[in-house]
């Protein structure tokens, strides 16, 4: 049998509620939240003024080295940000590591969820500089393959937080064939 899962790392888009259900499965699971947005924050500051002053290589660079290092944590939740996706030559250690669960959403709730987030202007800059329907749709289009490489299951995240993460506590209760961590 296996041990029971200590660690989850939630990868998907901005705005799919990454932080919200982590924080949830954490305090379920007795352990440790760790948001990478809000420690990258912590350590260079805002992410737009980053991003604006050093450019996304800089921010991407800071990211990847920040998903390494709690990759290896021994458990926890962690909340990825919306392209540490994009980091695929750290798929195999996140998978290894934990249960890498996708959340998902429509393109229509997380442009609402975007809009009326206040947070959103200073810690998820604009992408391309375009609309936000139309950059979300893009870069949905790009990512959604990656996420859903990465991910040892997908989650449908249009519903409310607790029933997301009531869902994947349950999955992880009942499926034998999920990775331990």
Not at 39 to 60: C, H, K, M, N, P
């Amino acid at each position: 049998m296996n041990k029971p899962i200590r660690k989850i790392i939630l990868v998907g888009f901005r705005a799919t509620g990454k932080s919200s259900v982590g924080r949830l499965l954490a305090e379920h699971l007795g352990v440790e939240f760790l948001d990478l947005d809000q420690v990258l924050t912590r350590r260079y500051g805002e992410i737009s003024r980053v991003v604006a002053e050093q450019g996304w290589d800089f921010f991407r660079a800071r990211e990847k080295e920040l998903l390494r290092e709690m990759i290896t944590l021994p458990e926890g939740v962690i909340a990825t940000g919306g392209g540490a996706v994009l980091h695929q030559e750290l798929w195999p250690a996140m998978r290894e590591s934990g249960l890498v669960v996708w959340l998902t959403s429509t393109l229509e709730l997380i442009c609402q969820r975007l809009t009326l987030d206040p947070l959103s202007g200073n810690q998820r800059p604009s992408l391309t500089g375009g609309d936000i329907r139309a950059e979300t749709a893009a870069v949905l289009a790009e990512r959604e393959p990656l996420y859903r490489a990465a991910a040892h299951l997908a989650v449908d995240s249009n519903r409310p937080v607790a029933v997301v993460a009531g869902e994947i506590l349950e999955i992880i209760r009942t499926d034998p064939g999920l990775p331990a961590s």
